[in-house]
Antibody
Framework: QDRLVESGGGLVKPGGSLKLSCATS????????MSWIRQAPGKGLEWVSH????????FYADSVKGRITISRDNAKKSLYLQMNSLRVDDTAVYYC??????????WGQGTLVTVSS | EILMTQSPATLSVSPGERATLSCRAS??????LAWYQQIPGQAPRLLIY???TRASGIPARFSASGSGTEFTLTISSLQSEDFASYYC?????????FGQGTKLDTK
């Protein structure tokens, strides 16, 4: 069946970097736009970024623009999120999700990123 | 950025009763609206897209309506597994934005 498995989260100091990965299986990865969404502890959802199926275009929320880069490797069926200059308010569970139309049709279980000194 | 406002923040309902959740957009999003359910400790899952179309596998007790700026999600007869948080999300214009959520509590 379809699977999205995030990894790479952890504890990082403010100003540090982290790269998240999302390994996929069970579907044709290269057919879909993909997204990252985050949820700060006890808070709501924020759509962080999404990328077209061929990786040619990416979109970012203003809150992360210039600090975060989304990418994908269709051969490896994987999605990535490179996060630099991390701030305390980037602390969140980061979910990868498959885009259906323009909504989020299928979600992974998430990986926790904690930014703290 | 389009602001999505959900009401109420918390709704206390008894099992078997009907629940009605509201979502308002700060400008028209046409029918480009989705609803998600999040059970504590789990990832969100898609319930509704296109403002009123149930996603695959979603029970018929979930229905939704609206267009433009006013939207409603109705759960006709609450089951125990429906007590969760619900988020609306517009995808009419980037950045796509979520409401702050409505938490459905057991009365």
């Amino acid at each position: 069946q379809d699977r999205l498995v995030e990894s790479g989260g952890g504890l990082v100091k403010p100003g540090g970097s982290l790269k998240l990965s999302c390994a996929t299986s069970g579907f044709t990865f290269s057919d879909y736009y993909m997204s990252w969404i985050r949820q700060a502890p006890g808070k709501g959802l924020e759509w962080v970024s999404h990328i077209t199926s061929d990786g040619s275009m990416a979109f970012y929320a203003d809150s992360v623009k210039g600090r975060i880069t989304i990418s994908r490797d269709n051969a490896k069926k994987s999605l990535y999120l490179q996060m630099n200059s991390l701030r305390v308010d980037d602390t969140a569970v980061y979910y990868c999700a498959r885009v259906h139309g323009q909504w989020l049709g299928f979600w992974g279980q998430g990986t926790l990123v904690t930014v703290s000194s | 950025e389009i602001l999505m406002t959900q009401s109420p923040a918390t709704l206390s309902v008894s099992p078997g009763e009907r629940a009605t959740l509201s979502c308002r957009a700060s400008q028209s999003v046409s029918s480009n609206l989705a609803w998600y359910q999040q059970i504590p400790g789990q990832a969100p899952r898609l319930l509704i897209y296109g403002a009123s179309t149930r996603a695959s596998g979603i029970p018929a007790r979930f229905s939704a309506s609206g267009s433009g700026t006013e939207f409603t999600l109705t759960i006709s007869s609450l089951q125990s597994e429906d007590f969760a948080s619900y988020y609306c999300q517009q995808y009419n214009k980037w950045p796509y934005t979520f409401g702050q959520g409505t938490k459905l509590d057991t009365k």
